[in-house]
């Protein structure tokens, strides 16, 4: 049988066929790389148990890495939405993180500002999302206890992933999308026999037929082990007018001679938070 991976925790998994039956999964073998959103061929070995035997091809993979290991995320997904929020405060660098993910998948991004009611919060959230809206990331305003319905349109047709540190909201704006969200989750928990809400792991969704929601367990931080300096240099989308024109191909933009990446952010045409970033992930600290 085929089926939908809809719920991953750990090595157990919700996989879900095309009559609708929801089966508790465990994949061959001690190692898994099986990700929420995931097409896969399935053996249902019980009549209430099967095991994961292939992943069918992606079209894309959303996950982060240190030096240990990586953590999957949500598999054959078309929209990142990345959840921030007026209070508690949320870091640019999560957020850059997890725009360089999804531009080295060539996934699209919304991100969602949310708590917008809090008026005395709100201008200084949005000095931060105003520089991811320089560079043509779409930036929603709501506030997801009474305007939730205001991201439905922007999910309309895709496979989207909420992503967002803890606190941000993005329990508050699945149940109010998705008011069955709640059983679900105690179903898919009472199934993997896990006992756990939400946010100990990744669930798929579905808004309508052609409409799916992925909601991720909160994140502290975003590793991006995986990528090499040169896919990191090409998902900041304001470097890609000066890549390939420094004076050497293999320039850090650093202290190297001749460098067009430099001079741009010395003109304001790169924000230089944005090039301390960059700075931090390729692991050359402070500009000097």
Do not use: W
């Amino acid at each position: 049988m085929r089926g939908r991976v809809v719920a991953a925790h750990g090595r157990q998994y919700i996989v879900e066929t095309a009559d609708g039956q929801r089966l508790p999964c465990f994949p061959r073998g001690k190692k898994s790389e099986v990700a929420c959103g995931d097409d896969v061929e399935i053996t249902q070995s019980s009549p209430d148990q099967g095991v994961i035997d292939a992943i069918l091809p992606r079209r894309h993979l959303l996950y982060r890495s240190n030096e240990i290991r990586q953590k999957l995320i949500a598999a054959n997904v078309d929209q990142l939405v990345v959840v921030v929020a007026c209070e508690p405060a949320f870091s640019d660098d999560l957020v850059t993180r997890a725009l360089i993910a999804a531009e080295s998948q060539e996934i699209e991004v919304l991100i969602v500002l949310n708590k917008c009611d809090l008026a005395e919060r709100l201008p200084a959230a949005r000095r931060q999302t105003g520089v991811f809206a320089g560079l043509g990331y779409r930036v929603l305003e709501l506030c997801a206890r009474d305007h939730a319905e205001d991201l439905r349109p922007q999910l309309q047709g895709r496979t989207s992933v909420l992503v967002g540190q803890s606190g941000m909201g993005k329990s508050t704006l699945v149940n109010a999308l998705i008011p069955e969200a709640g059983a679900a989750t105690r179903e898919i928990s009472q199934a993997l026999d896990s006992g756990k809400h939400t946010t100990t792991h990744a669930t798929l969704y579905h808004l309508d037929a052609d409409s799916h929601l992925i909601d991720s367990p909160g994140l502290q931080e975003f590793g991006l082990g995986h990528l090499e300096r040169g896919e990191i240099e090409y998902a900041f989308r304001e470097f890609r007018p000066y890549l390939g024109h420094c004076r050497f191909r293999d320039c850090r933009h650093d202290r190297e001679p001749d460098c067009a990446l430099r001079p741009a952010v010395d003109a304001g045409k790169i924000e230089k938070t944005r090039f301390a970033s960059y700075r931090r992930l390729v692991g050359l600290g402070a500009a000097t």
